[in-house]
């Protein structure tokens, strides 16, 4: 593996900004439009107040790359969110609306070498939520059950950020660092009063290297926030958020095969009015997934698995998921490329000891064109 080569891998492990690793796919000059929907649906047994949460979504995004040295990229989505309760008697709550709309830049300081990155996340998603919809809301802001929306507003906020990547003893090395500050919204329409989120400073290292004809790569982040604020007085301190992950790809034939494990854990934050603190969490995921070449187009099935635990002293099950899916790659034309995929989950929530069962299901159409 060339000095640059792997530079470069790793620059893309410590950059602050995950487009920076797909605007490498798209050619100077070009942009690539990107676009589908995607549907999801869960149904959970009797006993957790919820029969049935479903979400639909549009997404709209963009990268361009305007040098070798700066790609630029955009996204949004339109997104529907249903929560319909145990009792039959009760209304089915929703909430419709856009997404923030997140605009970046990645800038190679100097190239392979020193990367720098400016996010700005700008106000367009529904905020000021209801009675009506804060469930539905909240329904779909899920750790364990992805989907594909969980927040439709955060207001406004800005994140720079900075990564470095150096050789080492055959190992691409990357250490990158960014600081997020946030705006106030408003997020009760009954309740006329902003709400704040705390800045984050992150912290990330990376490495990345060849293991016989496959890749290795191997990563750590660190996250720490200042308090959350309502009306302009300090209500949450946040917890330390730290991420490990690990991945390895290597080809069988025209096959590419790829596991991957990663841990999220977050420490006891403390609300401020009590001094009390919250809860601990922690997400595991352990999933392998394949890519197979069938002429232009590419087969990629996909077996995850996630285990949540959470506790104020030590950590206990809170619930479990398991996840089949496939997605299929087809090349239409030089230019025009959709995925359709499908996936089924089963898996349980934890509620005071009790697990609650439930199944899904996820349908997405990603269409990308490049110009």
């Known amino acids: 593996m060339s000095a640059r080569r792997g530079i470069a891998a790793a620059a893309l492990i410590a950059a602050v900004s995950v487009p920076a690793a797909v605007a490498q796919e798209v050619p100077v000059g070009r942009v690539r ?37 700066l790609s630029l990229d955009f996204g949004v989505r339109y997104a529907t969110a249903t929560r319909a309760p145990e009792e ?16 970046r830049g990645v800038f190679q300081v100097i190239p392979d070498l020193v990367v720098l990155t400016v996010a700005a996340n700008l106000p367009t998603g529904k905020t000021a939520l209801t009675a009506e ?17 969980t927040s439709f507003g955060s207001g406004a906020n800005v994140t720079t950020g900075l990564a470095v990547a150096v050789p080492f003893a055959g190992w691409a090395l990357g ?5 997020r500050l946030s705006g106030e919204y408003t997020p009760l329409a009954e309740i006329d009063s902003t709400y704040r989120p705390g800045g984050e400073v992150r912290l990330r290292l990376g490495a990345d290297r060849l293991v016989g004809q496959g890749r290795l790569s191997l990563g750590f982040t660190y996250s720490t926030f200042s308090n959350d604020e309502f009306g302009g007085t300090a209500v949450f301190q946040p917890g330390g958020r730290y991420i490990t992950q690990a991945a390895w790809s290597f080809p069988i034939g025209n096959v590419g095969l790829g596991v991957y494990v990663w841990d999220l854990y977050r420490s006891a934050g403390t609300v401020a009015l009590s001094g009390s603190p919250t809860e ?18 590419q087969l990629r099935p996909q077996i995850e698995f996630r285990r949540q ?30 995925q359709p995929g499908l996936r089924f989950d089963v898996g349980n929530v934890v509620v005071d000891g009790v697990a609650v069962n439930f199944t899904g299901w996820g349908l997405s159409l990603g269409m990308r064109a490049s110009l």
């Open 88 to 103: 039959d008697t009760l209304a089915t709550e929703s909430v419709a609306g856009l997404t923030d709309l997140q605009a």
């Open 175 to 179: 250490a990158g660092a960014s600081v």
């Open 33 to 69: 439009f990107l676009s589908g929907l995607e549907m999801r649906g869960v149904t959970f047994d009797a006993g957790l107040g919820v029969k049935r949460v479903s979400e639909m979504a549009v997404p709209l995004g963009a990268i361009w790359t305007p040098s070798q040295r």
């Open 309 to 338: 635990s959470a506790g104020a002293e030590t950590l206990t099950d809170a619930g479990k998921l398991f996840t089949l899916g496939v997605r299929y790659g087809l090349q239409l034309t030089d230019v025009l490329q959709v």
């Open 280 to 297: 601990k969490q922690n997400l595991i995921s352990v999933g392998a997934m394949a890519s197979i070449q069938l002429g232009r187009n």
């Open 133 to 149: 919809e804060l469930p539905a809301a909240g329904a779909v802001a899920s750790d364990l059950i992805p989907f594909p929306v």
